[in-house]
């Protein structure tokens, strides 16, 4: 064993192993995602070992051994700062949120990097997904600042294609396009120029339409969200109320956007999106 090591960690993970112990993957401030093992943690307590507890998106002061040859490092204390799983549990839009979170930060973050910042909005995340009205702003708020932080922020102020041309968007008439390859918001001429190339690319067989093809097209109101959006912090996004149409436009586009960027088939945005309209389908909501 190498010496101690005692930082915070917010639960992203956990899978049970042998008949008493477990297996946790924390994001933590200082190193990144941290994954340790928990002796006995499965234990009722009152007995030796840790006794239970260690919930996902619970957030915990630890000590843990990290092992010199690498692997898992052995959970020694942990103390509980806040656990939301009995609000996030009994909700299931509110779990569905909380599953996005979880998703962008596990993508998002890496072994032994420094994550402030990502644990700090992750831990802002866990609050909103708690208390916010419109979980939909809440959580592409969410997943657009971490993005950002792991240096994917979309974008919007200038063109991601040439560079000098403004964006077309921003307003409630203009169509705008969301190019996941060139990582933002194209002008209109970067825009018909991507554009036709896709549509060549989806004649001779070599690409598809949408996220085939990186490209997202978004109405003017979706567009001006994902440009408040990135401006503004999670906290200050929870609370605009758009129209459930530039939701769920925007839902596909983040999620597509990350999906291309990250190299990993997202899929907890729309997951969410479409558990809300299912409710509001039979009144639920």
Do not use: H
Not at 38 to 46: E, L, T
Not at 133 to 156: Q, V
Not at 183 to 212: I, Y
């Amino acid at each position: 064993m190498s010496g101690p090591l005692k930082t915070f960690g917010i639960v992203l993970a956990r899978w049970d192993f042998g008949n008493t112990s477990r297996v946790l993957s924390f994001l933590t401030p200082d190193r990144g995602r941290l994954g340790v093992l928990a002796k006995g943690a499965r234990r009722p307590k009152g007995t030796a070992g840790l006794g239970g507890g260690l919930d996902l998106l619970s957030q915990n002061e630890i000590l843990c051994y990290e092992r010199r040859g690498g692997g898992l490092a052995i959970l020694a204390e942990w103390s509980e700062l806040c656990n939301p799983a009995a609000e996030l549990g009994t909700d299931p839009v509110r779990f569905a949120a909380s599953a996005v979170l979880v998703e962008y930060a596990r993508e998002c973050s890496a072994e032994g990097e420094d994550s402030a910042e990502l644990f700090r909005l992750l831990a802002a995340g866990t609050a909103l997904a708690v208390s916010a009205e419109r979980l939909i702003p809440a959580a592409l708020a969410s997943a657009l600042a971490m993005l950002s932080s792991a240096g994917f922020r979309p974008a919007f102020e200038t063109c991601a294609g040439c560079g000098g041309g403004r964006p077309v968007g921003g307003g409630r008439g203009a169509a705008a396009v969301l190019s996941a390859a060139q990582g933002g918001m194209l002008c209109a001429g970067c825009a018909e120029l991507v554009g036709s190339r896709a549509a060549e690319a989806r004649r001779r067989g070599r690409g598809g339409a949408g996220g085939g093809s990186g490209l997202f097209r978004l109405s003017g109101e979706a567009a001006a969200l994902l440009g408040a959006l990135l401006r503004m912090t999670p906290e200050a996004g929870a609370r605009l109320r758009p129209s459930r149409g530039a939701e769920r436009e925007l839902l596909g586009a983040v999620e597509g956007y990350a999906s291309w960027r990250l190299e990993k088939g997202m899929r907890s945005l729309t997951a969410l999106g479409a558990m809300v309209g299912r409710l509001e389908a039979v009144g639920c909501r």
